[in-house]
């Protein structure tokens, strides 16, 4: 069963990854190498190592052309890696690319510290249980056990899906109040997935408000037809909001009671993860 919340089709190729290939082993060339892909990060991994970079330093890094220096840089600018000082023409790190070391890191160490509880809830629910983060506005899928049932909600690990047409993404929302979510959401239209999507900006404040009232975040085929989910928002007393779980149901096993009893294991779950693997003592 697929599902664009707390649950998808496989990553398209995954299938022919045997294990037996180098090509993903650090240091080692791939069969098809690609130079403006090579050359990009280069780019990216000398503006983090150096403060400031001048075009020519970085055109003779890469041992190519100025223009196709000066191109490389444009497009890096353009989507924030790079920042370039109108007067003194000089570049450096931009924005989006410390966002993304940040990421990468706070995902890496909260996939780790979550394994076991995405097991447990999996365990003890029947059903698909999803770790996730905020990705923008989004919810980007870190990690996933998927129940063993023959129809079951599938995994969707490294895929992204709009935040307010899902219960983990509800609940990572309603952690923000009313005025920060309207910084984040003006003049962004709300997609749709399905009929049944919150598709206007009042309608998801108020569904935010239930949310925060109730605890965890519901989602009723708002992403996918057929799929249901509840979820939670995992919030670190130093770190802020961390990430999120969530399990997912198909509708067709999905009553008020299961929706009850997948909360009360949620919020059971949140409380095993902060206090055993990301040490905030219980209260």
Not at 254 to 272: D, I, N, P, Q, Y
């Amino acid at each position: 069963m697929s599902a664009d919340d707390e649950g998808a089709s496989e990553i398209p190729g995954a299938s022919d990854l045997d294990g037996t290939s180098d090509a993903g082993l650090k240091g080692t060339s791939p069969q098809y190498p690609i130079g403006a892909v090579d050359r990009t990060l280069l780019t990216l991994e000398l503006l983090a190592q150096r403060p400031e970079s001048r075009l020519a330093e970085i055109r003779d890094h890469l041992g190519v052309g100025q223009s196709t220096a000066h191109r490389l840089m444009a497009m890096l600018v353009y989507r924030g890696f790079a920042e370039q000082d109108l007067v003194t023409r000089i570049y450096s790190a931009g924005p989006r690319l410390f966002e993304v070391g940040r990421l990468a890191i706070g995902a890496s160490s909260i996939r780790r510290s979550a394994r076991s509880v995405l097991e447990w809830l999996a365990e003890e629910s029947g059903e698909t249980a999803h770790l996730g983060v905020m990705n923008g506005l989004n919810v980007h899928y870190l990690d996933v056990i998927e129940s063993s049932a023959a129809l079951r909600v599938a995994g969707r690990v490294g895929r992204m899906s709009p935040a307010h047409a899902t219960s983990l993404g509800k609940a990572m929302l309603s952690t923000c109040d009313n005025d920060a979510l309207r910084r984040m959401y003006g003049g962004v239209p709300l997609n749709a997935p399905t009929d049944r999507t919150v598709n206007d900006l009042p309608a998801l404040l108020a569904e935010l408000a239930r949310t925060r009232k109730r605890g965890w975040g519901r989602n009723r085929g708002e992403m996918e037809s057929g799929v249901c989910s509840v979820g939670v928002a995992v919030v670190h007393h130093a770190q802020g909001l961390v990430g999120g779980l969530s399990i997912a149901t198909p509708a067709v096993r999905s009553t008020a009671s299961v929706e009850k009893r997948h909360a009360e294991l949620l919020l059971a779950g949140r409380a095993r993860l902060l206090e055993f693997e990301l040490g905030v003592p219980s209260s």
